[in-house]
């Protein structure tokens, strides 16, 4: 958001409420408490580097910074399973 002007539209993909079926019990419990759930035993940046994102936890990300112009959850798809994907507009 730091980049972006004013008005500007941001397109952002998260991993949601669809990748509950890849957590620990640990990582359920801090998703469903609306926490950022990190596995950061990899260097932040490689390609393994997760980190999931609820609802709650977006809403209080972009709060006073931006409008929420669209949210898909993630799905199961055919070819593998799609991210959450968010449109905000900055404000």
């Known amino acids: 958001m730091r980049v972006s ?3 500007a539209i941001i397109l ?3 991993h949601g409420e669809i990748f509950k079926t890849i957590m ?4 359920i419990n801090e998703y469903d408490n609306g926490d950022l759930v990190t596995r ?11 980190a999931f ?3 709650s936890f977006m809403h209080n ?5 931006c409008k929420i112009l669209k949210h898909t959850a993630g799905k199961q798809e055919s070819w593998g399973t799609s991210q959450d994907l968010w449109i905000f507009s900055k404000l």
Request: proline share 3%.
């Open 5 to 7: 002007k004013a008005g």
């Open 53 to 55: 994102q609820p609802v």
């Open 40 to 50: 950061a035993n990899v260097i932040e940046g490689h390609r393994v580097y997760t």
């Open 12 to 14: 952002v993909t998260t």
């Open 61 to 65: 990300l972009i709060d006073g910074k």
């Open 24 to 27: 620990t019990e640990k990582e």
